[in-house]
């Protein structure tokens, strides 16, 4: 099983003026969190908006898509950690 998390939105340069002025801090505010799940063998996908990227949120998805004992892929970030 493979596990990622994304940000989908509109690029800053492509934002007008006044709503890219509205943004501070990293590149993802504003945008919305997608965290998505793919069985290699079946090639199913899953995937969820998520309010937040923390371990807590990315860990319950995980726990409600993969079979305990299966083999998760991720890019070994922290949240996805226990």
Known sequence: MEVDE???GDLRKNMRKHKRKMLKGRRTEGKTAVVGVKDRETKRVA??????????????FVREHVEPGAEVLTDDARAYRG
């Not at 995937?47 to 319950?60: N, P």
């Open 47 to 60: 995937a969820r908006v998520v309010s937040c990227t923390d371990g807590e949120t990315l860990q319950e």
């Open 6 to 8: 994304t940000f989908a």
